[in-house]
């Protein structure tokens, strides 16, 4: 198992740009998630799909976009980049323990995007 | 909603000190409580995790037990190596959700 994957590893944009990363996993896990790292802010929650085809809003999702048309792939989409958000964006996917109480979330290397 | 506090850092130790690194939550009902850890250049891996409370998660010489009456999740470790340098962070999942909720990661640096 490749496990959860991220592409590209790097990226620099200049503002007003639009790109798309993209995320896969191969564990067949029916939830997928974006966070993006800011120093001092921990990870935090862009948006969320807890199957194909249904997907929410996290906690910062002004500025990405995001659909979930198979169970393995959840692209992260910037429609038109700006400075605020340079940043490390990892995509994790996960499934359900002990019941519905407990998600284990596997995560990806992460994406380091600068825009300018 | 749902927060976690943890100890800012960087958290400085010489090679086998005792680690402590503390973390609080709040959240409604019952949720599950981890720490990740990210080595330099890498992504988040589970360290540990309890899903319940006077649950203790251990892995790797770490631990943490599931505090409900002080809500906390505090992670230890009797003898860190300079291979524990890393960024740790504590997060929580609320009861029937599959995102998490992070701290603000807490850094540490051990040195020989």
Partial sequence: NAGVTQTPKFQVLKTGQSMTLQCAQDMNHEYMSWYRQDPGMGLRLI????????????????????????????????????????????CASSYSTAGANSYEQYFGPGTRLTVT | GD??????????????????????????????????????????????KATKADDK????????????????????????????????????????YSTLTFGKGTMLLVSP
């Fill in chain 1, 47 to 90: 948006h969320y799909s807890v199957g194909a085809g249904i997907t929410d809003q996290g906690e910062v999702p002004n500025g990405y976009n995001v659909s979930r048309s198979t169970t393995e792939d959840f692209p992260l989409r910037l429609l038109s980049a700006a400075p605020s958000q340079t940043s490390v964006y990892f």
């Fill in chain 2, 3 to 48: 927060s976690v506090t943890q100890m800012e850092g960087p958290v400085t130790l010489s090679e086998e000190a005792f680690l402590t690194i503390n973390c609080t939550y709040t959240a409604t009902g019952y949720p599950s409580l981890f720490w990740y850890v990210q080595y330099p250049g890498e992504g988040l891996q589970l360290l540990l």
């Fill in chain 2, 57 to 96: 998660g251990s892995n790797k010489g770490f631990e943490a037990t599931y505090r409900k009456e002080t809500t906390s999740f505090h992670l230890e470790k009797g003898s860190v190596q300079v291979s524990d340098s890393a960024v740790y962070f504590c997060a929580l999942s609320g009861r029937g």
